[in-house]
């Protein structure tokens, strides 16, 4: 017996042939692509995971690469579990999509495996980023909630066209103004329609002069005075024409003055030394200095009044006046002889008692000064007297020391310690005649402020007006 050609034989290949394709077809159709092969695993969680079923298609550019193995409750989350091709590498950055496919709303994953750069992700790793790209169910919602709010629409419409209207709504209280307005209007019409009649017959009236006006044909008319009117401002113009012709030829006193170069320079010349003056004038600075020192030894004040005018950085003048106490100095000698007591002495003690008594006197200040970076030489006169004077500052200018030499006759040297507390506000602190060859010599303490011509003008600003 031939086994090939056995029934049974035949039967059994026929099934097995069947077997096979539906096999085959199985796998064709099958959205699992891991079938025969090691997948890779990943899994994230799912506030709603409605509409997705386990071996839901997993895609990437809308290719599978893998199914849902399972979704299971977690947490009161669901958890997904993804099953995918060996070759898919997850990265720390990968997302999943939440996608519709069909009108019935059925649900698949999109799968993004995050950039090259990023980390990878281990297998059976989390994916943290979720996106839901929406569904036929949100959609609806979002429908049902545009319906609701047409449908509020349409009762505030409703309700604000109504017949007693509705203040409530803005719409409502807008209808209710403008039939307020309207009807206003209306009655103001209807109050005023002569008026308003008139106010036509006047406007008609104006337009119907001017239209006898423009088409007047008379020798006075419009037509004929306008084209005069032209005429002469034509002349007017070639007159124009003709005294720019003879300025640009150089003809007469001004085509002189523009078109000779002489008279030009000397003008400009003229010009620049008035300016140059006028800018001199307007840098100059000006400041106001008061001080007061007490002189201990003479037991009064001392008190000085000057101007300072600074027509430059490196160079300024003083002028001023002093009231000082110890100008005129008298001096009394007393001799006392008291009889004698002693016999080695018979005739006596004899003692001698000098009284100094001060008076004031005003002194006058005329000084020049030149600055050399931080040193000052100052000369002219100094308290009446001829005299010369060097100050030198530091400190970043907040201290500054003097020293005098006035009537060389009977010199008189005077040293100062000047320190500024802050803007405009000094004290000053010093000797006088130290040599005291005038009998003047005395220590002295004080103060005094400085005043430069824009404080002069803030304070100016700043005192009331009285009417």
Do not use: C
Not at 94 to 108: H, N, S, W
Not at 342 to 365: I, L
Request: charged residues 20%; hydrophobic residues 35%; aromatic residues 8%.
């Amino acid at each position: 017996m031939n086994l090939l050609r056995a029934a049974e034989f035949k039967v059994g290949l026929l099934i097995v042939s069947v077997s096979a394709l539906i096999a085959y077809m199985s796998m064709q159709i099958s959205n699992d692509p891991t079938i025969f092969g090691r997948a890779n695993e990943a899994w994230f969680f799912l506030p709603d995971a409605g509409g997705l079923v386990k071996g839901a298609a997993v895609k990437t550019a809308g290719i599978p690469v893998g199914i849902i193995k399972d979704i299971t409750l977690q947490d009161g989350k669901a958890h997904v579990d993804l099953k995918l091709q060996p070759e898919v590498q997850l990265r720390s950055s990968a997302t999943v999509e939440l996608r519709t496919q069909g009108i019935l709303g059925d649900k698949y994953l999109e799968l993004n495996p995050g950039s090259p750069t990023d980390p990878p992700m281990g297998r059976g790793g989390q994916i943290l980023i979720i996106r839901d790209k929406g569904s036929i169910d949100s959609v609806v919602t979002q429908i049902s909630d545009l319906g609701g709010t047409l449908k509020d629409i349409v009762n505030i419409l409703k309700e604000s066209v109504a017949e007693d209207g509705n203040r409530k709504h803005v719409l409502g209280r807008i209808i209710l103004n403008i039939e307020k307005l309207t009807g206003d209007v209306a009655d103001m019409t209807s109050a005023n329609k002569e008026k308003i009649a008139e106010i036509v017959d006047q406007v008609h009236h104006v337009t119907g002069t001017l239209d006898q006006l423009l088409n007047d044909d008379s020798d006075k008319g419009f037509k004929k005075t306008w084209k005069q009117a032209l005429s002469h401002i034509d002349t007017s113009l070639r007159n124009i024409d003709d005294i720019t012709g003879k300025i640009n030829r150089g003809e007469g006193t001004i085509g002189r003055l523009v078109n000779d170069e002489e008279t030009v320079d000397q003008l400009n010349t003229a010009i620049e030394g008035v300016s140059t003056f006028l800018d001199t004038a307007n840098r100059m600075q000006t400041g106001l200095d008061f001080g007061s020192s007490y002189l201990t030894n003479v037991g009064g004040a001392r008190t000085a009044v000057t101007i300072k005018l600074q027509p430059g950085l490196d160079r300024y003048y003083l002028l001023g006046v002093v009231d000082d106490p110890s100008g005129i100095v008298k001096t009394t000698d007393t001799t006392t002889t008291q009889p004698g007591v002693n016999p080695a002495n018979p005739n006596g003690t004899t003692s001698y008692t000098e009284t100094k008594t001060y008076h004031n006197e005003y002194k006058f200040n005329l000084q020049f000064a030149k600055n050399f970076y931080d040193f000052t030489v100052r000369g002219g006169i100094i308290d009446s007297y001829g005299g010369i004077g060097f100050d030198y500052s530091f400190f970043r200018e907040r201290l500054k020391f003097s020293l005098e030499a006035l009537s060389f006759s009977n010199l008189n040297l005077r040293t100062q310690l000047q320190y500024n507390l802050f803007k405009g506000l000094y004290v000053v602190g010093g000797v006088q005649d130290i040599l005291n060859r005038s009998n003047k010599y005395s220590n002295y303490i004080g103060a005094g402020l400085f005043l430069t011509n824009d404080d002069v003008k803030t304070l100016m600003t700043r005192l009331p007006l009285t009417k």
